[in-house]
């Protein structure tokens, strides 16, 4: 899944450059191709689908040269993970009803790939043998308020848990207790089915949806797909598949571990992540000369040298044309700080 | 005089851009440009001179093509002020011996012009007819500790007022004391004299200077100037007009008045004579959404837009690979990152 815009890391990301397209680590690939080196591993390649905004196709096509024009599902309107994921089931059902399939978003970060893998790979397996579909749960090292939970039972002799509740982003109290209590477990939004079980869960949990790409289908990977899809995408539901059907589905294990992952959702979660200096600043692609200057994150282009005096917990970026600086622990307020500029006059070129 | 280098404005200023050479008020003229062009309003173009450094003469032909190359006095080193002025003297002499003469920095703003052209053509014929040295004084409308002073005596029929004393920058606790006394005034290093009153000064407080000029004088404005001077110059002592001649020189009169002055020698100061928005904010050049921000200075690249929240008394300002971000009150400190910047490995980009 590779459709977001993500307004958070304004204005790194753009309209015409969303973070999945974007070389977060500067090791030179973006976290699309991380994503599509990452499952390339375990599964041939032309087995590989990305579901990306129209906007977005030449810029996934440069990005992955390898795939197949055809492997790439455009969206002609955000519709949220339910429609996207019916419409890459219809895709794999025209040519396996009994496939095992895994959906990831494309801009996530995972640094422990291995454990990543085998957990994939062993889930694949579950859920080709259990009519059950199966989420990965991550194992929570700090009590975040900006990620849903998972609660769930206790662990079985194979290593999966059943799901009691999704639940919503808690507040810090409550995600102090989810995390002592050893039951609550992040959603990474990483879902692992047999076609034929979330197709079932279509049908029973969004019909309308189901019915759709159902009459789609046989057009799936024709010279028809585009127009129909045109048509058929804007009139889907816009939902998610956690509330559209995971939250309701009776039959939902979790796969819990500790893959080095994150949603990246944040400059505050990259700045969790990253190396930091011995006054705890995060300075990344650029040169910085710090004085009096504590747990800051500064991101300017590469070549740029940033003097800083006298910043405590600030959020410096510049990309291109616009400079953001912003109190770390506000930086949920990037959102309305990108729909304000939105609201500029001739303000194209910022957004 | 246009020589300066000034790190005070980094990273506006540079090496090969110093301030007198920025269009600071966002005119379209540099602040050497607003210079000559208010001077020329009294005095002939073809009898202003400018005196700069070797490295400047191209910006400075560039910026005043009106002038002529032979106007132009090129310094082979910083040699401060009282070289600059003995080498434009030479240059004056050769031409007129008894002319009147007015020396002032080419990098100070002047917002009240009609004033402070008023005052030079009264100090002009002040010193035309007087064996004085004449230099203007600025009503202080703050207790300003970065400048100098003058300690000056009544004021006579005429409006002048015999200097008692130069003073070094005060504290600030002097500085309002200056202020309180209303005998103390900034001294803007704008000086007025007749070529003889000061050239018999300069044998007087600075021979050795006056010799080696009056050696030179014979050859300026041939083609063995150039490398007369080259000679010359860098065997000169470094020493200011100030230091060197106007603290010891017996007849030293003030003309004071309020010119709109300022010699923008910090962010600080080009803050406090900005318009300011709601919040206190200065944004200079560039347009910026600011959320929780008060009494901040923002100037960056035309065309670009900040996004600020959280930020009090800052001075945020980009030009081209650099940024800084700075307390206001702790600019003094720029002139130490900049030397700190020019310790860094392949800084020359930077400095």
Known sequence: MA??????????????????????????????QMTFDRFARIIPKENILVVTNKAYKALVMEQLPEMNEKQVLLEPARRNTAPC???????????????????????????KEDEFLAAVEKGLEHVAKNDVLLTLGIKPNRPEVSYGYIQAGAENEKGFRKVKTFTEKPNLELAKEFMESGEFFWNAG????????????????????????DEASPMMGTDEEESYINELFPTCQNISIDYGI???????????????WSDLGTWGSLYDL??????????LKCRALTYDC?????????????????????????ADNALLICKKQEEQRIRQFVNDVSMMPDNSDFI
Request: proline fraction near 4%; aromatic fraction near 12%; hydrophobic fraction near 45%.
């Open 190 to 213: 990483v879902f692992l089915w047999n076609a034929e079980t979330i197709h079932k869960a279509f049908w029973e949990f969004l019909p309308d949806l189901a019915a759709k790409f």
């Open 85 to 111: 994921i019916a419409y890459a089931l219809a895709h794999i059902r025209k040519r396996d009803t009994k496939a095992n399939m895994v959906v990831a978003p494309a801009d996530h970060l995972i640094t």
């Open 274 to 283: 990253s190396d930091k200096d011995d006054n705890g600043n995060v300075i």
């Open 294 to 318: 504590h747990d800051n994150i500064v991101v300017l282009p590469e070549g740029k040298l940033a003097v800083l005096y006298g910043l405590k917990d600030y959020i410096v970026v510049e």
């Open 246 to 260: 995971m939250e309701h589905a009776r039959k939902v294990d979790v796969l819990c571990g500790d893959f080095g």
């Open 3 to 32: 459709g977001g815009v993500g307004s958070r890391f304004w204005p790194y990301s753009r309209n015409n450059r969303p973070k999945q397209f974007l070389d977060f680590c500067g090791t030179g690939r973006s976290l699309l």
